[in-house]
């Protein structure tokens, strides 16, 4: 059974930084992707990354757009998502996903990690 396993999450103030990183058991799916879930709000896609052969294509919500990046590592078959300069609103849980389908599209994605909380306060 694949396996996605979220770590990095934690409390901090507005302006500052957090990795996520993302293991998984198999990284044969063809998009890698993070999803936020806000209090009282539904799941949505923040950022997505190709992660078959060719060029990493990348995919980036607005809300996030220039302040988080998703990157890899193939060998240690681990996604991170780089989020700088956090914002309140950025608060919610972090949950890691696959997807064999296009990476700007929040529903191929069918394999989720368990979720890592992000706080940041103001």
């Known amino acids: 059974q694949v396996q996605l396993v979220e770590s990095g999450g934690g409390s901090v103030q507005a302006g500052g930084s957090l990795n996520l990183s993302c293991a998984a058991s198999d990284y044969t799916r063809n998009c890698m992707g993070w999803f936020r879930q806000a209090p009282g709000k539904e799941r949505e896609l923040i950022a997505g990354?190709?992660?078959?052969?060719?060029?990493?294509?990348?995919y980036y919500a607005d809300s996030v757009k220039g302040r988080f990046t998703i990157s890899q590592d193939k060998a240690e078959s681990t996604v991170y998502l780089q989020m700088n300069s956090l914002k309140p609103e950025d608060t919610g849980m972090y949950y890691c996903?696959?997807?064999?389908?296009?990476?700007?599209?929040?529903?191929?994605?069918?394999?989720w990690g368990q979720g890592t909380q992000v706080t940041v306060s103001s």
């Open positions: 996903a696959a997807s064999s389908g296009r990476c700007g599209s929040w529903y191929m994605y069918s394999l």
């Open positions: 990354l190709w992660t078959g052969t060719g060029i990493g294509t990348t």
